[in-house]
C-alpha cells in the first residue's frame, strides 16, 4: 500500500472516530431527563416592600431548596417583570435563567412592555426563531435538549405586541405553524398567558375569567387547539385565573399554572411546577403552599399521557 492510500485510509478511520464521538455526545445530551420551573401572576408581590417568605420570595427559597431544574418560565402577570427578575436572581443567582412571558397586566403598562421589549433584543438563551414583524422580542422559541419550547405574545394583533386582548392573531397563528412545522424535537411546550377555557382550581374550586380568556375569540381559539394538537404538542401551559388546574381538552393538555404570590392571594394556594422531561415521558410535579402557608409541599404528580377529558365550553 502506498502512502497515499495509507494517509487516506487514516484520514477516513480519523473522520470515522469524530462522527461517532460527536455523534455519541449528541446521545448522550439528548437521553439526559431534565427539569424546568414553572411560576406565574406574582404581580405586585415581587417588590421590596414583598422580600419574606410569605410572598413570591418564598417561592424561589423552596425553589432553590427542593431543586431550581435547568431554567424558569413564567406565563405572564409578572408586572413589574424587573422586580420578578431582581428576585429570581437574588434566590437562584445571578445566572439562572429566567423566560419570561407578557400577561396582560404588561400588556397594559408601558413600562413592562419597554422592560420585556429590551430583555428580548438581548441575546435570549439557546434561541431557535424570533418572534413576527412587530412582535420579535416578545414572541420567541428555543430549544434545550430533547424538549422544543415557544412562547407567544398573545396581546399582538400583527401590527403591535399589545393590540389585542388575547387572541391568537392570524399573523401569530402562521408564525406558530411554521415555527412547529419546523421542530424535529419529541416534546414540546407551548406557553401562553391565556388558557383556552377557564378550569376552577383544582383544591379550592375557585373559578375565574369565565370566558374572557381565547375562548372569547372562538374561530381563532379552536384553529389554535387544532395547530397544537396536529403537531403533538405536548401541553400548553398559561395562567391567568390565579387557579391550578391540569386538564386533557379534547386530546390537548392545558396546564393553568396558578399564581405564586404567596399569601397575596388567599383564594386559591400559592403554586409552582416542577416538570420533568425524560427520554420518553414527561410529568408534572405541583408544589402548592401548605395550610399553614409556610412551605410548599408536594401536592400531586402529573403524568402528561393520562386521559382525563374536560369538555370544551
Same mark, same amino acid.
Given at each position: ?6 494517509? !487516506? ?8 472516530? +469524530? ?15 431534565? /427539569? &424546568? ?5 406574582? !404581580? ?7 422580600? /419574606? +417568605? ?9 425553589? %432553590? ?15 413589574? =417583570?424587573?422586580?420578578? $427578575?431582581?428576585?429570581? %436572581? *437574588? ?8 423566560? =419570561? ?8 403598562? *408601558? ?29 420567541? $422559541? &428555543?430549544?434545550? +435538549?430533547?424538549?422544543? &419550547? ?34 424535529? *424535537? ?17 383544591? /379550592?374550586?375557585?373559578? !375565574?375569567? %369565565?370566558?374572557?380568556?381565547?375562548? +372569547?375569540?372562538?374561530?381563532n381559539n379552536h384553529r389554535f387547539q387544532r395547530l397544537l394538537r396536529l403537531e403533538n404538542v405536548t401541553a400548553y401551559i398559561c395562567g391567568h385565573t390565579h387557579n ?12 393553568? /399554572?396558578?399564581?405564586? #404570590?404567596? %399569601?397575596?392571594? #388567599? ?37 402528561? !399521557? ?8
Amino acid at each position: 500500500m502506498n502512502n497515499k492510500s495509507t494517509t !487516506r485510509r487514516l484520514c477516513g478511520l480519523c473522520l470515522l472516530f +469524530a462522527v461517532l464521538l460527536v455523534t455519541g455526545c449528541a446521545d448522550r445530551n439528548l437521553n439526559e431527563h431534565f /427539569s &424546568f420551573i414553572v411560576t406565574c401572576d406574582m !404581580r405586585e408581590y415581587a417588590g421590596p416592600e414583598y422580600q /419574606s +417568605a410569605d410572598y413570591f420570595l418564598g417561592a424561589c427559597q423552596a425553589i %432553590k431548596h427542593r431543586g431550581k431544574g435547568a431554567f424558569m418560565i413564567s406565563p405572564g402577570d409578572i408586572d413589574p =417583570p424587573e422586580q420578578v $427578575s431582581s428576585t429570581i %436572581k *437574588k434566590v437562584l443567582g445571578e445566572d439562572y435563567i429566567w423566560y =419570561p412571558v407578557v400577561g396582560n397586566h404588561e400588556s397594559e403598562t *408601558k413600562e413592562d412592555m419597554a422592560w420585556l421589549r429590551q430583555w428580548g433584543r438581548g441575546d435570549i438563551p439557546n434561541l431557535v426563531r424570533r418572534g413576527p414583524k412587530n412582535c420579535e422580542e416578545t414572541t420567541y $422559541s &428555543f430549544d434545550y +435538549a430533547n424538549a422544543h &419550547f415557544v412562547v407567544l405574545n398573545e396581546y399582538y394583533d400583527g401590527l403591535s405586541d399589545t393590540g389585542t386582548d388575547g387572541d391568537i392573531c392570524d399573523a401569530l397563528y402562521q408564525w406558530l405553524k411554521a415555527d412547529l412545522e419546523a421542530n424535529s *424535537k419529541p416534546f414540546v411546550f407551548v406557553f401562553g398567558h391565556e388558557p383556552i377555557v377557564s378550569i376552577p382550581d383544582a383544591d /379550592s374550586g375557585r373559578h !375565574r375569567h %369565565k370566558g374572557d380568556n381565547l375562548d +372569547a375569540h372562538p374561530e381563532n381559539n379552536h384553529r389554535f387547539q387544532r395547530l397544537l394538537r396536529l403537531e403533538n404538542v405536548t401541553a400548553y401551559i398559561c395562567g391567568h385565573t390565579h387557579n391550578f388546574s391540569c386538564a386533557n381538552i379534547n386530546g390537548l393538555w392545558q396546564i393553568d /399554572s396558578g399564581h405564586c #404570590r404567596g %399569601k397575596g392571594d #388567599r383564594g386559591a394556594p400559592s403554586t409552582y411546577l416542577m416538570v420533568w422531561v425524560g427520554t420518553k415521558d414527561c410529568r408534572v410535579h405541583v408544589r402548592r403552599i401548605d395550610a399553614d402557608g409556610t412551605d410548599y409541599s408536594p401536592n400531586r404528580v402529573v403524568p402528561l !399521557r393520562q386521559i382525563q377529558l374536560w369538555p370544551l365550553q
